[in-house]
């Protein structure tokens, strides 16, 4: 088990190496899901967090990726990628364990400080091996295997961290508020940090294969080779303004749900839950179709259905929740499943493709730096406005009114912007925005949208087929889909009747027209 790079791996190596990795994600998952989302929010409100750290905390991942450009340095001074990640994530691992503790520091006013000091130490190392990393695993896994393998290994790695949240969940739903949550706090993140410093055996097994050998450039020159490549600017330029807009809103569902919706842990943990198993479903899928075709083309379609999923949130309270609430939940929730592992897989899989063989440390790196600085600066500017506009509140509304009596006859709110859903209405228009720059985006194999939509229903039937055998569950599947490619048939032919009859009826009114010219003419 060294940490040496392997000059010569064969068939077999790398098939022990993607078990490896797949082993080592899973884990790596679980103590991401037992360490952030909805625990870590919630964990931070306990320890008295407003708005403003909320926002804080979101930002110390992205912002801690400003450390991959000294990385790159560090990277071709060792020149052994595994040796970074290794010792990096070790104790960046600690740290997070440190951060339990929080709650039994004896100075009560610097527990939230150090939690946060705890997380951003954390969030650096992390950053420093995320980047050798992504380095080593362009040169390792192959193209054509990329998408399905990394597809594979999000979902089992989903599968695993679910169910782990959901147990957490129903353990701190009784012990939000009481000091034996900080108990159950301090169990959750041993229990993740523990399951991560494990993965780091399994990293510490995976063969690395040697660097490419190139001369070391200075700083500037080295970070403007990304951006003379014009497709890869245009997919930096992409996903910074993707990240800008999903941690605009994404930071602050949680807190939403608990603060305005008042909403039990163990029942927002069941809807991530949800959110994690419809994963899982189609982290594959997603997978095959992006090999199938591209990255790009796979993005066009998951792209705008997660930021479908962003404007439903204002339509949650109409300005207070109505029957309506729970159901538009579960739909986003289901959008947000289906989307994420698009997103998720596809971005990563399209800066991973994009990037030249032997400079895939200063393209990731740039990248990874490009996409850190806005989502860094939108969780913060966010949890800023949410402060701002806490008391604020713009309405939509329906009147029926008489204009004779000017009496009222009808009236309901259409809708209620408060508060965080400001937030929510800004990041649906930059994500709309993001779609259009990933159109100026190429990639070999793009497709059109249609022909991945198609795609994407015939794998969701194929899943549930396999994971539902009876024959009406199945098919669901198809009723709606029929009807509609029927409707669509129908009216094709309807409208190709009605030209031909029009244009035959032309045809008709202009002959004699033409024989009496002709016969004029003569």
Not at 115 to 141: E, P, Q, T
Not at 178 to 204: C, R, T, W
Not at 231 to 242: H, P, S
Not at 308 to 317: D, E, H, R, S
Request: proline share 4%.
């Amino acid at each position: 088990m060294t940490l040496d790079p392997q000059k010569n791996i064969d068939e077999q190596d790398l098939k022990n190496a993607l078990r490896y990795l797949t082993i080592e994600g899973s884990l790596t998952t679980v103590m991401g899901s037992l360490t952030g989302g909805a625990f870590l929010v919630a964990f931070a409100l306990l320890l008295g967090a407003s708005n403003t750290v909320i926002g804080l905390l979101a930002a110390a991942a992205p912002l801690s990726q400003v450390l991959q450009i000294p990385t790159i340095y560090l990277i071709e001074k060792v020149r052994v990628r595994k040796r970074i990640v290794v010792f990096a994530s070790t104790f960046a691992r600690l740290f997070l364990l440190g951060s339990a503790f929080a709650p039994w520091f004896p100075i009560p006013e610097l527990r939230l400080p150090l939690f946060v000091l705890a997380l951003f130490i954390y969030y650096a190392l992390a950053s420093i091996s995320g980047c050798a990393w992504n380095a080593w695993m362009r040169d390792l896994i192959p193209d054509a295997i990329m998408g399905r393998f990394f597809g594979k290994r999000l979902a089992i790695s989903t599968a695993f961290a679910a169910l782990l949240s959901l147990g957490g969940g129903v353990l701190l739903d009784h012990n939000f508020a009481e000091p034996s949550g900080g108990v159950i706090y301090a169990l959750l993140f041993f229990i993740g940090s523990l399951a991560g410093l494990i993965g780091i055996f399994y990293l510490k097994m995976t063969p690395e294969p040697p660097m490419h050998a190139h001369a070391i450039e200075r700083l500037w020159p080295l970070l403007k080779q990304p951006f003379r490549d014009q497709n890869y600017r245009r997919l930096i330029i992409f996903l910074a303004v993707w990240n800008f807009a999903v941690n605009l809103a994404a930071p602050f569902y949680t807190v939403y749900m608990i603060k305005v919706l008042d909403m039990k842990l163990s029942l927002i943990i069941g809807l991530s839950v949800l959110s994690q198993g419809i994963n899982v479903l189609f982290f594959h899928v997603w997978g095959k179709l992006a090999d199938r075709f591209s990255n790009k083309s796979c993005l066009t379609v998951a792209g705008p259905l997660f930021i479908i999923g962003i404007g439903i949130w204002p339509f949650l309270t109409l300005p207070d929740k109505y029957a309506l609430t729970f159901p538009l939940l579960i739909v986003i929730h289901v959008l947000s499943g289906i989307s994420t592992a698009g997103v998720t897989l596809c971005s990563s899989n399209i800066a991973l493709k994009a990037a030249p063989k032997g400079k895939a440390t200063v393209f990731l790196a740039t990248n990874a730096l490009t996409n850190g600085v806005a989502a860094t600066v939108a969780p913060i500017l966010a949890g800023l406005l949410a402060d701002v506009l806490a008391n604020e509140e713009l309405t939509f509304k329906i009147t029926w009114r008489s204009m004779q009596t000017h009496a009222e006859r009808f009236g309901m709110s259409a809708l209620s912007l408060q508060g965080t859903d400001f937030l929510f209405v800004l990041a649906f228009f930059v994500g709309i925005y993001a779609i259009h720059r990933l159109l100026a985006v190429t990639e070999q194999g793009d497709v059109g949208e249609k022909v991945v939509i198609v795609e994407l229903y015939n794998e969701t039937r194929h899943a549930l087929r396999s994971v539902a055998n009876i024959a009406g569950i199945r098919h669901l599947t198809y009723f709606p889909y029929a009807i509609i490619l029927g409707a669509l048939d129908q009216s094709r032919r309807s409208i190709r009747h009605i030209r031909t009859r029009v244009h035959g009826h032309g045809r008709k009114l202009r002959r004699p027209m033409m024989r009496r010219k002709w016969s004029f003419r003569r």
